[in-house]
Protein backbone atom coordinates (compact mmCIF):
# COMPACT_ATOMS: atom_id res chain seq x y z
CA UNK A 1 0.00 0.00 0.00
CA UNK A 2 1.12 3.38 -0.74
CA UNK A 3 0.67 6.46 1.58
CA UNK A 4 -0.86 8.97 1.41
CA UNK A 5 -3.80 7.36 -0.77
CA UNK A 6 -4.58 9.70 -3.07
CA UNK A 7 -7.21 11.89 -1.15
CA UNK A 8 -4.19 12.37 1.10
CA UNK A 9 -5.15 10.41 3.78
CA UNK A 10 -2.73 8.27 6.24
CA UNK A 11 -5.49 5.43 7.13
CA UNK A 12 -7.65 7.64 8.81
CA UNK A 13 -5.14 10.99 9.20
CA UNK A 14 -4.52 13.84 6.94
CA UNK A 15 -6.72 14.94 4.12
CA UNK A 16 -7.41 19.01 3.52
CA UNK A 17 -8.99 21.14 5.73
CA UNK A 18 -8.94 23.79 4.26
CA UNK A 19 -10.95 27.09 2.88
CA UNK A 20 -12.93 26.42 -0.34
CA UNK A 21 -10.12 29.23 -2.22
CA UNK A 22 -7.39 26.81 -1.27
CA UNK A 23 -8.48 23.23 -2.41
CA UNK A 24 -7.49 24.60 -6.16
CA UNK A 25 -3.79 25.66 -4.73
CA UNK A 26 -3.61 22.24 -3.16
CA UNK A 27 -5.10 20.22 -6.35
CA UNK A 28 -2.95 21.94 -8.76
CA UNK A 29 -0.29 21.88 -6.16
CA UNK A 30 -0.70 18.06 -5.96
CA UNK A 31 -0.48 17.38 -9.96
CA UNK A 32 2.86 19.35 -10.70
CA UNK A 33 4.76 18.13 -7.63
CA UNK A 34 3.60 14.85 -8.94
CA UNK A 35 4.60 15.05 -12.31
CA UNK A 36 7.92 16.85 -11.18
CA UNK A 37 8.76 13.97 -8.71
CA UNK A 38 9.83 11.81 -12.08
CA UNK A 39 11.47 14.22 -13.75
CA UNK A 40 14.89 13.77 -13.55
CA UNK A 41 15.81 17.36 -14.30
CA UNK A 42 13.95 18.72 -11.48
CA UNK A 43 15.63 16.13 -9.18
CA UNK A 44 19.33 16.75 -10.45
CA UNK A 45 18.40 19.80 -9.67
CA UNK A 46 17.40 19.48 -5.90
CA UNK A 47 20.61 16.83 -5.93
CA UNK A 48 23.42 19.74 -6.71
CA UNK A 49 21.68 22.02 -4.12
CA UNK A 50 21.66 19.11 -1.50
CA UNK A 51 25.43 18.37 -2.15
CA UNK A 52 26.75 21.59 -3.55
CA UNK A 53 24.79 23.87 -1.43
CA UNK A 54 23.79 21.93 1.76
CA UNK A 55 26.44 19.46 1.96
CA UNK A 56 25.21 16.50 1.78
CA UNK A 57 25.52 13.65 1.94
CA UNK A 58 25.85 14.10 5.87
CA UNK A 59 28.13 11.02 7.88
CA UNK A 60 26.95 8.22 9.56
CA UNK A 61 29.40 8.58 12.94
CA UNK A 62 29.93 6.07 14.85
CA UNK A 63 29.86 7.15 18.28
CA UNK A 64 32.33 4.58 19.88
CA UNK A 65 32.69 7.21 23.75
CA UNK A 66 28.73 6.92 23.55
CA UNK A 67 28.43 3.48 23.10
CA UNK A 68 30.85 2.92 25.65
CA UNK A 69 29.25 4.96 28.23
CA UNK A 70 25.81 4.19 27.76
CA UNK A 71 27.07 0.07 28.00
CA UNK A 72 24.63 -1.10 25.19
CA UNK A 73 23.72 -1.14 21.65
CA UNK A 74 26.35 0.21 19.35
CA UNK A 75 25.03 3.43 18.51
CA UNK A 76 25.64 5.85 15.36
CA UNK A 77 24.30 9.11 14.76
CA UNK A 78 23.55 10.63 11.30
CA UNK A 79 24.89 13.78 11.36
CA UNK A 80 22.49 16.37 10.02
CA UNK A 81 24.04 19.24 12.32
CA UNK A 82 26.77 19.16 9.88
CA UNK A 83 24.71 20.74 7.03
CA UNK A 84 24.46 24.65 6.11
CA UNK A 85 22.19 26.51 8.09
CA UNK A 86 22.97 23.85 11.02
CA UNK A 87 19.93 21.22 10.96
CA UNK A 88 17.55 18.97 8.47
CA UNK A 89 15.45 21.59 7.94
CA UNK A 90 17.25 23.09 5.21
CA UNK A 91 16.55 19.63 2.90
CA UNK A 92 13.21 20.45 3.09
CA UNK A 93 13.34 24.53 2.12
CA UNK A 94 15.57 23.67 -0.73
CA UNK A 95 13.09 21.11 -2.28
CA UNK A 96 9.55 23.48 -1.54
CA UNK A 97 11.74 26.75 -2.53
CA UNK A 98 13.07 24.78 -5.77
CA UNK A 99 9.27 23.75 -6.51
CA UNK A 100 7.93 27.18 -6.28
CA UNK A 101 10.42 28.95 -8.60
CA UNK A 102 9.38 25.74 -10.61
CA UNK A 103 6.07 26.37 -11.30
CA UNK A 104 6.23 30.32 -11.64
CA UNK A 105 5.64 31.75 -8.08
CA UNK A 106 7.09 35.01 -7.55
CA UNK A 107 7.14 35.23 -3.82
CA UNK A 108 7.32 32.60 -0.54
CA UNK A 109 6.12 32.94 2.69
CA UNK A 110 6.12 30.77 5.69
CA UNK A 111 5.79 31.54 9.43
CA UNK A 112 8.40 30.32 12.22
CA UNK A 113 8.53 29.78 16.13
CA UNK A 114 11.80 29.60 16.99
CA UNK A 115 12.97 31.08 13.91
CA UNK A 116 14.78 27.99 12.53
CA UNK A 117 12.01 27.40 9.64
CA UNK A 118 12.30 31.02 9.08
CA UNK A 119 16.11 31.04 8.32
CA UNK A 120 16.23 27.83 6.74
CA UNK A 121 13.12 29.10 4.23
CA UNK A 122 14.85 32.66 3.99
CA UNK A 123 18.08 31.05 2.82
CA UNK A 124 16.73 28.64 0.45
CA UNK A 125 14.83 31.92 -1.51
CA UNK A 126 17.72 34.41 -1.26
CA UNK A 127 19.73 31.22 -2.97
CA UNK A 128 17.14 31.04 -5.99
CA UNK A 129 16.24 34.46 -5.97
CA UNK A 130 12.43 34.55 -4.70
CA UNK A 131 11.23 37.27 -2.55
CA UNK A 132 10.54 35.99 1.00
CA UNK A 133 8.01 36.87 3.66
CA UNK A 134 8.35 35.38 7.70
CA UNK A 135 5.12 35.61 10.19
CA UNK A 136 6.56 35.58 13.72
CA UNK A 137 4.60 35.96 16.88
CA UNK A 138 5.64 39.20 18.47
CA UNK A 139 6.53 37.01 21.90
CA UNK A 140 8.65 34.92 19.37
CA UNK A 141 10.77 37.97 17.97
CA UNK A 142 11.54 39.38 21.49
CA UNK A 143 12.91 35.57 22.43
CA UNK A 144 14.61 35.11 19.12
CA UNK A 145 16.08 37.84 18.39
CA UNK A 146 19.14 36.70 16.41
CA UNK A 147 17.12 34.82 14.25
CA UNK A 148 15.53 37.81 13.11
CA UNK A 149 18.26 39.28 12.79
CA UNK A 150 20.03 36.43 10.29
CA UNK A 151 16.48 35.97 8.25
CA UNK A 152 16.67 40.01 7.98
CA UNK A 153 20.36 39.73 7.03
CA UNK A 154 19.13 36.84 4.33
CA UNK A 155 17.09 39.47 3.01
CA UNK A 156 13.79 38.08 3.34
CA UNK A 157 11.14 40.38 5.49
CA UNK A 158 10.09 39.46 9.07
CA UNK A 159 6.20 40.54 9.95
CA UNK A 160 4.71 40.51 13.34
CA UNK A 161 1.85 39.05 14.88
CA UNK A 162 -0.11 40.19 17.42
CA UNK A 163 -3.39 38.37 17.77
CA UNK A 164 -4.00 35.59 20.04
CA UNK A 165 -0.64 34.66 22.29
CA UNK A 166 1.81 36.06 20.04
CA UNK A 167 3.49 32.98 18.71
CA UNK A 168 3.89 30.17 16.26
CA UNK A 169 0.20 29.19 16.10
CA UNK A 170 -1.09 32.84 15.29
CA UNK A 171 1.66 33.33 12.98
CA UNK A 172 0.74 30.12 11.01
CA UNK A 173 -2.99 31.58 10.94
CA UNK A 174 -1.70 34.72 9.55
CA UNK A 175 0.45 32.70 6.98
CA UNK A 176 -2.87 30.88 6.06
CA UNK A 177 -4.42 34.16 5.12
CA UNK A 178 -1.91 36.02 2.95
CA UNK A 179 -1.52 32.46 1.49
CA UNK A 180 -5.49 32.73 0.66
CA UNK A 181 -5.11 36.54 -0.70
CA UNK A 182 -2.17 35.81 -2.54
CA UNK A 183 -2.73 32.21 -4.08
CA UNK A 184 -1.75 33.04 -7.54
CA UNK A 185 1.63 34.10 -7.21
CA UNK A 186 2.53 33.09 -3.89
CA UNK A 187 3.76 29.65 -2.32
CA UNK A 188 3.94 28.83 1.47
CA UNK A 189 6.78 26.28 2.55
CA UNK A 190 5.53 24.26 5.64
CA UNK A 191 8.79 23.59 7.75
CA UNK A 192 7.23 20.03 8.97
CA UNK A 193 5.37 17.12 7.87
CA UNK A 194 2.26 19.31 8.45
CA UNK A 195 -0.57 21.14 7.16
CA UNK A 196 -3.02 19.85 4.14
CA UNK A 197 -2.48 17.07 1.52
CA UNK A 198 0.01 17.41 -0.12
CA UNK A 199 2.30 19.03 1.92
CA UNK A 200 3.02 16.36 4.33
CA UNK A 201 4.17 13.87 1.47
CA UNK A 202 6.09 16.48 -0.26
CA UNK A 203 8.17 17.51 2.93
CA UNK A 204 8.52 13.31 4.20
CA UNK A 205 9.61 13.24 0.16
CA UNK A 206 12.07 15.90 0.29
CA UNK A 207 13.31 14.97 4.28
CA UNK A 208 13.73 11.10 3.23
CA UNK A 209 17.06 11.66 1.64
CA UNK A 210 18.40 11.44 5.51
CA UNK A 211 16.73 7.97 5.98
CA UNK A 212 18.28 6.91 2.10
CA UNK A 213 21.74 8.04 2.87
CA UNK A 214 21.75 6.27 6.36
CA UNK A 215 20.43 3.20 4.77
CA UNK A 216 23.40 3.06 2.44
CA UNK A 217 25.92 4.20 4.99
CA UNK A 218 24.94 1.60 7.43
CA UNK A 219 24.72 -0.96 5.15
CA UNK A 220 28.28 -0.30 4.09
CA UNK A 221 29.74 -0.13 7.77
CA UNK A 222 28.32 -3.04 9.15
CA UNK A 223 26.94 -5.44 6.43
CA UNK A 224 23.13 -4.76 7.84
CA UNK A 225 20.61 -2.73 8.55
CA UNK A 226 20.14 -1.45 12.25
CA UNK A 227 17.81 -2.56 14.67
CA UNK A 228 16.39 0.58 16.35
CA UNK A 229 16.16 4.22 14.48
CA UNK A 230 15.24 7.12 16.93
CA UNK A 231 14.81 9.81 16.10
CA UNK A 232 13.02 13.59 18.32
CA UNK A 233 9.26 14.49 17.07
CA UNK A 234 7.97 17.63 16.88
CA UNK A 235 6.09 17.67 14.17
CA UNK A 236 7.70 14.85 12.93
CA UNK A 237 9.99 16.03 9.71
CA UNK A 238 13.14 14.47 10.32
CA UNK A 239 11.92 11.44 11.93
CA UNK A 240 9.86 10.73 9.23
CA UNK A 241 12.72 11.23 6.61
CA UNK A 242 14.77 9.12 9.18
CA UNK A 243 12.31 6.17 8.96
CA UNK A 244 10.66 6.05 6.16
CA UNK A 245 12.86 4.37 3.73
CA UNK A 246 12.68 1.37 6.66
CA UNK A 247 9.42 1.57 6.33
CA UNK A 248 9.03 -2.43 4.72
CA UNK A 249 12.38 -3.45 6.72
CA UNK A 250 12.51 -5.60 10.13
CA UNK A 251 13.56 -2.24 11.81
CA UNK A 252 11.88 -0.49 14.88
CA UNK A 253 10.92 2.54 14.85
CA UNK A 254 11.05 4.98 18.33
CA UNK A 255 10.14 9.03 17.93
CA UNK A 256 10.80 10.61 21.22
CA UNK A 257 8.47 13.61 21.90
CA UNK A 258 8.88 16.46 24.79
CA UNK A 259 7.93 15.57 28.02
CA UNK A 260 8.34 19.01 29.31
CA UNK A 261 8.48 19.66 33.24
CA UNK A 262 5.33 18.52 35.52
CA UNK A 263 2.16 18.70 33.24
CA UNK A 264 3.97 21.01 31.10
CA UNK A 265 4.94 19.33 27.57
CA UNK A 266 4.35 18.91 23.89
CA UNK A 267 3.88 15.38 23.43
CA UNK A 268 1.22 15.22 21.16
CA UNK A 269 1.29 11.68 19.98
CA UNK A 270 2.05 10.23 23.71
CA UNK A 271 -0.98 12.56 25.64
CA UNK A 272 -2.95 14.22 22.75
CA UNK A 273 -6.38 13.21 20.56
CA UNK A 274 -7.35 13.32 16.94
CA UNK A 275 -8.62 16.45 15.60
CA UNK A 276 -8.14 18.85 12.81
CA UNK A 277 -5.30 21.60 13.15
CA UNK A 278 -3.81 23.32 10.58
CA UNK A 279 -5.56 21.85 7.60
CA UNK A 280 -4.81 18.14 9.14
CA UNK A 281 -6.77 15.54 11.09
CA UNK A 282 -4.19 14.29 13.14
CA UNK A 283 -3.14 13.95 16.86
CA UNK A 284 -3.94 17.32 18.60
CA UNK A 285 -3.26 18.38 21.71
CA UNK A 286 -6.51 19.38 23.08
CA UNK A 287 -9.35 20.19 26.08
CA UNK A 288 -11.98 18.23 25.68
CA UNK A 289 -13.91 20.82 24.23
CA UNK A 290 -11.77 21.23 21.39
CA UNK A 291 -9.34 24.44 22.34
CA UNK A 292 -6.06 23.92 20.95
CA UNK A 293 -3.66 23.48 24.48
CA UNK A 294 -1.31 25.65 25.33
CA UNK A 295 2.39 23.69 25.13
CA UNK A 296 6.25 24.10 26.56
CA UNK A 297 9.13 22.30 25.68
CA UNK A 298 12.89 23.32 26.70
CA UNK A 299 13.76 22.92 22.91
CA UNK A 300 11.58 25.45 20.65
CA UNK A 301 11.56 23.15 17.80
CA UNK A 302 9.50 20.46 19.93
CA UNK A 303 7.24 23.25 21.04
CA UNK A 304 3.94 22.40 18.68
CA UNK A 305 0.70 20.79 20.19
CA UNK A 306 -0.11 19.01 16.61
CA UNK A 307 2.46 16.26 14.90
CA UNK A 308 2.40 15.07 11.25
CA UNK A 309 -0.63 12.97 10.20
CA UNK A 310 1.90 10.13 9.03
CA UNK A 311 2.91 9.53 12.55
CA UNK A 312 -0.37 9.39 13.94
CA UNK A 313 -1.01 6.34 11.40
CA UNK A 314 2.24 4.70 12.49
CA UNK A 315 1.01 5.34 16.29
CA UNK A 316 -2.32 3.80 15.52
CA UNK A 317 -0.78 0.97 13.49
CA UNK A 318 1.58 0.68 15.67
CA UNK A 319 4.86 0.29 13.29
CA UNK A 320 5.89 3.20 15.37
CA UNK A 321 6.40 3.63 19.50
CA UNK A 322 5.97 7.24 20.67
CA UNK A 323 8.03 7.92 23.89
CA UNK A 324 8.49 11.49 25.97
CA UNK A 325 11.45 12.60 27.91
CA UNK A 326 11.55 15.43 29.93
CA UNK A 327 13.36 18.75 30.09
CA UNK A 328 16.01 17.70 32.46
CA UNK A 329 16.53 14.54 30.98
CA UNK A 330 17.23 16.16 27.32
CA UNK A 331 19.46 18.79 29.18
CA UNK A 332 21.84 16.00 30.46
CA UNK A 333 21.96 14.20 27.27
CA UNK A 334 22.89 17.78 25.55
CA UNK A 335 25.66 17.74 27.99
CA UNK A 336 26.56 14.29 27.82
CA UNK A 337 27.23 14.20 24.07
CA UNK A 338 29.25 17.45 24.30
CA UNK A 339 31.78 16.49 27.04
CA UNK A 340 32.12 12.93 25.61
CA UNK A 341 31.77 13.11 21.89
CA UNK A 342 32.42 16.71 20.98
CA UNK A 343 29.42 17.31 19.42
CA UNK A 344 26.94 19.86 20.94
CA UNK A 345 23.58 19.02 19.59
CA UNK A 346 20.77 20.81 19.62
CA UNK A 347 18.08 20.60 22.68
CA UNK A 348 15.97 18.68 20.18
CA UNK A 349 17.84 15.57 19.43
CA UNK A 350 19.04 15.48 22.76
CA UNK A 351 15.59 14.28 23.38
CA UNK A 352 16.47 11.56 21.12
CA UNK A 353 19.81 10.70 22.85
CA UNK A 354 18.53 10.95 26.43
CA UNK A 355 15.89 8.07 25.29
CA UNK A 356 18.55 5.83 24.04
CA UNK A 357 20.40 6.32 27.38
CA UNK A 358 17.59 5.12 29.31
CA UNK A 359 16.88 1.98 27.19
CA UNK A 360 20.86 0.91 25.90
CA UNK A 361 21.12 -1.55 28.79
CA UNK A 362 17.49 -3.40 28.37
CA UNK A 363 18.61 -3.29 24.16
CA UNK A 364 21.63 -4.82 24.95
CA UNK A 365 25.24 -4.90 23.34
CA UNK A 366 24.43 -7.46 19.89
CA UNK A 367 22.00 -4.26 18.48
CA UNK A 368 22.56 -1.25 16.29
CA UNK A 369 21.13 2.29 16.78
CA UNK A 370 20.81 5.01 14.38
CA UNK A 371 19.61 8.15 16.46
CA UNK A 372 18.71 10.77 14.23
CA UNK A 373 20.95 14.12 15.14
CA UNK A 374 18.36 16.71 13.59
CA UNK A 375 20.57 20.06 14.68
CA UNK A 376 23.73 21.60 16.25
CA UNK A 377 23.28 23.23 19.52
CA UNK A 378 24.79 26.57 18.76
CA UNK A 379 21.20 27.85 18.64
CA UNK A 380 19.90 26.38 22.24
CA UNK A 381 23.57 27.58 24.28
CA UNK A 382 22.19 30.35 25.86
CA UNK A 383 18.68 28.27 27.06
CA UNK A 384 21.31 25.78 28.48
CA UNK A 385 23.29 28.69 30.24
CA UNK A 386 20.07 29.70 32.16
C1 LIG B 1 12.61 22.12 13.98
C2 LIG B 1 13.51 21.12 14.54
C3 LIG B 1 13.04 19.86 14.99
C4 LIG B 1 11.59 19.49 15.03
O1 LIG B 1 10.94 19.41 13.82
P1 LIG B 1 10.56 18.02 13.12
O2 LIG B 1 9.66 18.43 12.03
O3 LIG B 1 9.87 17.16 14.15
O4 LIG B 1 11.81 17.41 12.66
C5 LIG B 1 13.97 18.93 15.42
N1 LIG B 1 15.29 19.21 15.47
C6 LIG B 1 15.78 20.40 15.07
C7 LIG B 1 17.25 20.63 15.15
C8 LIG B 1 14.91 21.39 14.59
O5 LIG B 1 15.41 22.58 14.21
Known amino acids: ?26 KELEEVYLDIKKDTVFQNKINYYFK ?43 GQVLLAKRIGKKRIICETGAGQHGVATATAASVMGLECIVYMGEEDIKRQSLNVFKIELLGAKVIGVY ?25 YVLGSVV ?10 DFQSVIGKEARKQIIKLEGRLPDYLVACVGGGSNSIGLFYPFYRDKVTFIGVEAGGVGTEHSATLCYGSPGVLHG ?15 THSVAPGLDYPGVGPEHSYYKDAKRAKYVSVTDKEAVDAFHLLSEIEGIIPALEPAHAIAYVKKIAKEIGKQKIVI ?16
Open 280 to 294: AFSYVLQTSDGQIKG
Open 371 to 386: INLSGRGDKDIDIVRK
Open 52 to 94: NYAGRPTPLYFAEKLTDVLGGPKIYLKREDLLHTGAHKINNTI
Open 163 to 187: SGTKTLKDAINEAIRDWTANVRNTF
Open 1 to 26: MKLPNKKGYFGQYGGKFVPETLMTAL
Open 195 to 204: GPHPYPMMTR
